[in-house]
């Protein structure tokens, strides 16, 4: 796939009617959202049919299931995402044509042009923070635009055009389009080494954060001061040559200008102290914490009332695959999580511990791409050690060609005996049926992983009602 080159932003009222290639996928419809509540004409195709293909189309969208070049209709602009293939048959098309092709990042970009652009990148926790900092900023009555990559509780889509000059957008740093966006603030939630196949290696990857975080646009970098990679980021952005961004630090470590502190987590939420006043947060985790904190930094560097913010911060209610719970059958409750990076997965399965009581943490854990799996098959499966029965699926290849001798059987074989009981299940139809077995009253079950995986969750509640008759 290979890193983008920033390109020039076009103006939205030059798009004309735009198409998008895959416009159901999480860093896609969002955008598609925005461009139509903006008047833009859209339409779009992806390979399989959606609930964010039906909202969109409920919006106004030309969608189609599948992809062939006489969608393209009277496009103007084509706009794709890293995923697509070269020979895409409406790729290809539009380039025959002559039109304007963009990257997503390039669309999204377009929209920033003429607001106050907030730019929220990281390894772990962009699409969290992205969307805590639209929440708040809504809550205090500041209506935001947002795009975010994944819908927010109780919506159908990640996009939204407010009244307000703001516009939150997720910055992906995978494959360097967060150099596209025109950022007033930078937020940096953390930075450990992904996407390698991308960025070469760890340092050209730090490097991509210190040019996102000094950007020509950047005002303030909000960032963390607990993680390793945000605080040797922060100090190459503090002692760099050029003129440099206020930075404002976030975490628990002494000396952060936004101080968390007395942590304490029961069920699926926590309280901690944030600027020494309390807050109660109903999302799991110690990282959900800390989203939080660099939500609330932003959202007072924006203006809001500390006091207000804090209060909004009780009533977020996450997003689409951030510990979702789809179900819960005889006692046992079946949650989704997008995460697929060693470090994501390894919180995951610590806020299911802090949220499953008496009972087990059960997860189902599909590896996504064949070269991340190459790379962090032993972190990997270090990571699914916390659990106490982990079901190990075959690879998500995605947009990837399988790489001989590269599978999910290297995960499951490399957990360590008396840590997880591991079941390998390659069969993608075995997955449901396999945890509806292993499952028993009192569990937290998770499927885990930013592939197909996704469809299994509800497939383990049907497979429940099925053994239980409930």
């Known amino acids: ?76 602009t084509v706009v794709a995402s890293s995923a697509i293939r070269p020979d895409n048959p409406e790729l290809v098309e539009a380039r025959r044509r002559g039109l304007r092709v963009l990257h997503r990042s390039a669309a999204l970009g377009s929209v ?34 947002y795009v975010i990559g994944g ?33 007033e603030i930078a937020v940096v939630t953390n930075v450990d080494p992904d996407h390698l196949s991308n960025w070469g290696t760890a340092a050209n990857y730090a490097d991509g954060f210190v040019r996102f975080a000094t950007a020509e646009t950047v005002r303030l970098l909000v960032v963390s001061a607990d993680d390793p990679g945000a605080i040797a980021l922060t100090e190459r952005v503090r002692t760099g040559g050029r003129e440099r961004p206020r930075i404002v630090t976030f975490g628990e470590r002494e000396g952060a200008d936004i101080r968390i502190a007395d942590g304490s987590f029961a069920g699926t939420g926590s309280t901690f102290a944030l600027d020494e006043a309390p807050v109660r947060l109903g999302v799991p985790g110690h990282y959900n914490m800390l989203n939080a904190a660099a939500a609330y930094a932003v959202s007072i560097e924006m203006g809001a009332d500390p006091g207000a913010v804090r209060a909004e911060l009780a009533t977020f209610g996450g997003t689409n695959r951030r510990f979702q719970l789809v179900g819960t059958v005889d006692g046992i409750r079946v949650y989704d999580d997008y995460a697929h990076h060693p470090t994501e997965v390894a919180n995951t399965l610590r806020a299911a511990r802090t949220g499953v009581g008496e009972g087990r943490v059960v997860v189902c854990f599909q ?77 937290l079950v998770i499927t885990v992983g930013c592939g197909d995986v996704t469809k299994v969750a509800p497939l383990i509640v049907d497979a429940l009602h099925s053994e239980r008759g409930a």
């Open 151 to 183: 819908a927010l509780t109780g919506s159908a889509t990640g996009g939204h055009i407010g009244s307000g000059d703001v516009l939150v957008v997720e910055a992906d740093e995978s494959d360097g389009s967060f150099l596209q966006y025109p950022a």
């Open 1 to 76: 796939m290979g890193l983008l080159t920033p390109v020039d932003l076009v103006d939205v009222a030059d798009l004309g009617p735009v198409h998008f290639i895959a416009i159901g996928g999480s860093g896609m419809n969002g955008i598609a959202s925005v461009l139509l509540q903006l008047g833009v004409p859209v339409s779009g195709s992806d390979r399989q049919d959606s609930s964010y293909l039906r909202a969109l189309e409920a919006q106004g969208a030309r969608v189609h299931v599948g992809h062939a070049a006489d969608q393209l209709g009277a496009a103007r």
């Open 112 to 145: 920033m042009l003429g607001r106050r652009g907030v730019a929220v990148s990281g390894t772990h926790g962009k699409t969290t923070t992205t969307a805590m900092i639209a929440h708040l900023l809504t809550g205090v009555g500041r209506d935001p635009s």
């Open 367 to 443: 590896p996504h791409l064949f070269t991340r799996t190459r790379d962090f098959w032993r972190e990997l499966a270090q990571a699914l050690e916390q659990a106490d029965q982990a079901i190990v699926m075959d690879v998500c290849g995605d947009r990837e060609d399988p790489i001989p001798g590269i599978d999910g059987a290297m995960v499951a074989e490399a957990i360590r005996p008396g840590t997880a009981e591991v079941t390998y299940q390659p069969d993608w139809d075995g997955a449901a049926p396999t945890v509806a077995r292993i499952a028993r009253p009192g569990d």
